[in-house]
T-cell receptor, first 112, second 113 residues
Framework: KAGVTQTPRYLIKTRGQQVTLSCSPISGHRSVSWYQQTPGQGLQFLFEYFSETQRNKGNFPGRFSGRQFSNSRSEMNVSTLELGDSALYLC???????????FGEGSRLTVL | DQQVKQNSPSLSVQEGRISILNCDYTNSMFDYFLWYKKYPAEGPTFLISISSIKDKNEDGRFTVFLNKSAKHLSLHIVPSQPGDSAVYFCAASASEDDYKLSFGAGTTVTVRA
């Protein structure tokens, strides 16, 4: 069974630009969550989608948004990028039965 | 506001000895706790979990202990192996099917041969 796939793996943007990250969950998983990892901060929850609906949202500004498609694939978008948005963005999927999250390898965003 | 804290950023242990990783939380609504392990350039992988109705859960070399009154949990790895060298994250949620996890900052474990 293929794991969680995130694209792109690495990207460099400049301040003020916007970025879209993509996540394909494990086949059959309907829940997709997004986390931001920065040095010394651990993983910070961004949002969670289930069956195309945002079920939960973390404490991030409105510049951070996401969506989920009917095939459970998800995208997250960050607009008006700031230097502090430089981070590893991790996507995780889970089956509807609850329990553990399965993480992708992440998309490393650098904002210059 | 960090609701889950791992106060030791790093831990070095000799191969074959015990590794003890600690985690404290502040939110009394947390009811389900997990440990994840992360190698460089890989996503975190689930290691072990514990529900608040238990005080101990064991899986092979890994044991998690929960002290609800102290809002403290720990992960014991016995015996430690070189392949255990990784970053370990403690996480907590309000329930087992709540995917909004609060993570600690992580502890980097180095197992010396």
């Amino acid at each position: 069974k293929a794991g969680v796939t995130q694209t792109p793996r690495y990207l460099i943007k400049t301040r003020g630009q916007q970025v879209t990250l993509s996540c394909s969950p494990i086949s059959g998983h309907r829940s997709v969550s997004w986390y931001q990892q920065t040095p010394g901060q651990g993983l910070q929850f961004l949002f969670e989608y289930f069956s195309e609906t945002q079920r939960n949202k973390g404490n991030f500004p409105g510049r951070f948004s996401g969506r989920q498609f009917s095939n459970s694939r998800s995208e997250m978008n960050v607009s008006t990028l700031e230097l502090g948005d430089s981070a590893l963005y991790l996507c995780a999927s889970s089956s509807s039965l609850g329990g553990e999250l399965f993480f992708g390898e992440g998309s490393r965003l650098t904002v210059l | 506001d960090q609701q889950v804290k791992q106060n030791s950023p790093s831990l070095s242990v000799q191969e074959g000895r015990i590794s003890i990783l600690n985690c404290d939380y502040t939110n009394s609504m947390f009811d389900y706790f997990l440990w994840y392990k992360k190698y460089p350039a890989e996503g975190p992988t689930f290691l072990i979990s514990i529900s608040s109705i238990k005080d101990k859960n064991e899986d092979g070399r890994f044991t998690v202990f929960l002290n609800k009154s102290a809002k403290h949990l720990s992960l014991h790895i016995v015996p430690s192996q070189p392949g255990d060298s990784a970053v370990y994250f403690c996480a907590a949620s309000a329930s087992e099917d709540d995917y909004k996890l609060s993570f600690g900052a992580g502890t980097t474990v180095t197992v010396r041969a």
